[in-house]
């Protein structure tokens, strides 16, 4: 199969989809791999290292698109990027559509496109494996970012996340016990902050409250979120349906209940935010202040980390891609359930019901290859 790699467009985006090592994986397995120019230079992986892999190097995203029936990407396509594909290729990222323009989900289904969204590609388990593996990085960052914004040059309280000597350490609340909001907390904990983690599944909750000892977790309703938001130095917001608009768990009059100086971190800004104070920062913002309180809201906080982050993806990502290139889209949607579930549209049709739902067009499921196999 032809598979191709380009460049993407948001000048905040630094990550790849593919790295030089996944490249090689493809190649050896003797698939075609097509990388645009300049694809990895933001994540410091570089033409000559993709050419040393085998792949070919295109000079425009519409050449690598035009020559490719499977583009793997990090952001979803704009509309205009959406018309460049053939008909009836497949193009896999984090799409997010719940929260984009009915225009893209249009574009998609009219060039009869296979959309494959990352963060809706789920195993047996429940579990999310792409958007988790980026998820863990971004919950690591979530903590150091909370720290360089509680400073007072930064707008926040002037304190430290851990104790010193008369001074108690720092109050961090979570809410979601996922991926993120899991690594989130036990660098919190291991960086000496008081920890605080709120969800609705206490399974999730006593399996983290086990493996990080010293944290306290609750059961997610409307009265320990107000009062844990109250008295939280750092708030990161990690809570996520997924595939659908993020919940407003934080309301507006309880971002004005905060401190001046405490920080926000709305993690689920990508899904439309968990807070109803946030809004996705612009290019030229690092943070925003609402009521004297620090929200930090980046789409793409991982960007920042782009080396790390693009190598978590691809490993992830890796697997499904040689699955559909050694059988093809359809013959690998029949053979993985993981797949399927992870499909948004394909051949003009919007297949996943979440999102009919959400922008208005009508649902038409998957054939399921396993009987009894439901898609949502």
């Known amino acids: 199969m032809n598979i191709g790699v380009v460049r993407e467009v948001n000048a905040s985006e630094r990550r790849v989809a593919l790295t030089p090592t996944a490249v090689a994986r ?21 033409d000559s290292d993709y050419l040393a892999a085998g792949a ?17 990407k990090v952001a979803a396509p704009t509309p205009e990027e959406a018309a460049l594909f053939n008909p009836g290729s497949a193009l896999t990222a984090f799409y997010h559509l719940a929260v984009k323009s009915r225009r893209l989900a249009d574009r998609l289904l009219e060039k009869k496109l296979t959309a494959i969204g990352y963060e809706i590609i789920e195993d047996d388990a429940g579990r999310l494996p792409v ?21 007072s040059s930064s707008g926040g309280r002037g304190i430290l ?3 010193s000597p008369g001074m108690p350490p720092a109050h961090v609340v979570v ?17 000496g902050a008081r920890v605080t983690v709120l969800d609705i599944d206490p399974r999730k909750l006593e399996q983290l409250a086990a493996s990080t000892p010293g944290i306290v977790t609750d059961l997610s309703v409307p009265e320990t979120v107000a009062a844990a938001v109250a008295s939280a130095d750092v708030l990161i917001a990690a809570a996520l349906v997924a595939g659908q608009r993020a919940p407003h768990l934080v309301t507006r009059q309880m971002v004005e209940s905060m401190r001046r100086g405490s920080v926000i971190i709305d993690a689920a800004i990508d899904q439309g935010g968990c807070v109803e104070t946030s809004r996705p920062m612009t290019s030229a913002e690092d943070h925003y202040l609402y009521h ?26 890796l697997p499904y891609v040689e699955q559909i290139a050694a059988q093809g889209v359809d013959n690998a949607l029949a053979a993985s359930a993981e797949l399927r579930r992870g499909v948004y549209v394909h051949a003009g049709f919007c297949r ?8 208005g067009l009508p649902w038409h499921p998957l054939e399921p290859a396993v009987q009894g196999e439901a898609f949502r």
Do not use: C, K
């Not at 493809?26 to 570089?46: I, N, P």
């Not at 958007?131 to 400073?151: D, E, F, T």
């Open 26 to 46: 493809l190649t050896a397995a003797g698939h075609t791999v097509w990388v645009e120019r300049g694809a990895g230079d933001r994540a410091m992986f570089h």
């Open 161 to 163: 996340l851990g104790p």
């Open 352 to 359: 996943r019901r979440s999102l009919s739902e959400t922008l």
């Open 131 to 151: 958007l988790a593996a980026v998820s863990q990085i971004a919950g690591q960052m979530a903590v150091s970012v909370a720290a360089h914004l509680l400073q």
């Open 175 to 191: 809410l979601g016990a996922g991926a993120m909001g899991s690594a989130a907390a036990r660098t919190a904990a291991r960086a």
């Open 56 to 72: 070919l190097i295109g000079y425009s995203e519409a050449e690598v698109v035009h020559r490719s029936q499977l583009v793997v």
């Open 292 to 317: 004297g309180v620090v929200h930090y809201t980046s789409p793409n906080m991982t960007s920042e980390v782009s080396h790390s982050a693009s190598t978590a993806l691809a490993a992830a990502v």
